[in-house]
């Protein structure tokens, strides 16, 4: 039982998390500590979203000195509950009940079906109350259901934070921030988020907090309910720098994709923003189980449709990922001569191209005389068809800008390789989920066409050469099938190539003990409170 215990913890290798905050003057180290301890506040009341028993098992165990009584305790700060999230949520505590899919957002005792029937009774402004992200759904003392907001079931918590996030602002020179995080502290009072996560949408500030409730998925009934979360960051201005300038020569790669010249989209929508920035705290929602390397928010349509959406992407967390599980799968997977060609500038800039990807090629399309969408045509293949488009397109859009000098010399010995070996991460994961069959799809092209090849001792090489001409073909046998609305194409696609083949699975075998992911230690975060304590 301890055994096994450990072999689940060891799969997420625990790494020191640093963010450099040396430049941040007194003030604003006093506000980023005071965010921290905001962020603190949402670990235990996450905990209490995700199931009622957890503070109270949370209890028990912080009292259970045995090894094996320490070792649960770990494991259920790593999963935030008793339930191993990369096991299919298998329970691991004595005494914990299967995870309920309906987290603690409904009255126990009730049922799916007792909901959905009392949300088909209620007025349209009720139901858009009850359905909302910000209320739980609770029995009144006559045993119905009732709608009770966030405001008022979390009142406690909310109050610290909102405090919290008041003296930050009180800290701070930096206007932006200034007012995401009063407004933000306004949200939590009044339960209306709009203008903060449009304040959010708008910080400009070397400080870079989110905070708050916004991902869905932890409501596994209806996807309804928002649990809360922290990233506190801060900005990591070169990256930034370094993305504005690769962002500028989107229309420039899109004029040059390798698809028919009628497919291209001559005027390109002004980019999202990116922000690249590193952790210093994170916590609830945003910090259990395999660690988010990037996020996309906020999910209101209504900002969403005026503002657009953000995405940040966290290089700290990248670069622990890639020392700790990267680096170690190149060790097994590549061919000794080929380990030499695995970087992390070449990781982190096919991730920046990757998001740029999604943005461009085929979106909007013409299928006969009808106008409709590559996601409408390609009903469920489109996650996995897409997730591989954005993946090899980011190799050829590497590769173009290697051409034309805009990045660095070094990138075209690393990418294809480093790519390689974030090909074998993914598929750890499982061809189920989108990533997962997209890379599958990618690897099974480069060995059918010989840009990638594997040795008689099972090690995995890349041909360079005929790697840059199969990102080539790829990309453009893709993309077209996203022009034409492909369907057909796409699940023949995933058949033949969205699998693991044997030799795949030799080398997936030989990963077993490496780990899967990482559990970081906050040590800038713990260093700043100590010295704001003091
Ligand atoms: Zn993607």
Redesign the pocket.
Known sequence: MLQQLQAMTARFAPVDLAADVTALPPNERRALAALVEAAKVLDALFLRQVWAGNETMLLALLGDQSDLGRARLRYFLINKGPWSRLDDNEPFVPGAPAKPPQANFYPAGASKQEVEAWIGTLSPAERVSATGFFATIRRDSDGRLTTVPYTLEYQGEIAQVAARLREAATQTGQPTLRAFLESRADALMSNDYYASDVAWMELDSSIEPTIGPYEVYEDEWFNYKAAFGAFITIRDDVETARLARLGAERQEIENNLPIDPKYRNPTLGALAPIRVVNTVFSSGDANKGVQTAAFNLPNDERVIAEKGSKSVMLKNNQEAKFRMVLQPIARVALSTADQGNVAFDAFFTHILM??LM?GLGPHSITVGTRETTVRYELKETYSAI??AK?DVSGLFAVQFLLNRGTLDASLSRTVHTTFLVSIFRSLRFGLNEA?GCGVAIQLNYFLDNGGVTVASDGTFSVNPGRMRQNVIDLTRRIMTLQAVGGYADAVAMIETLGRVRPEVQVVLDRLRDIPVDIEPRFVTAEALLAGAAQ
């Open positions: 990757h998001e999604h897409e997730e954005a990533h």
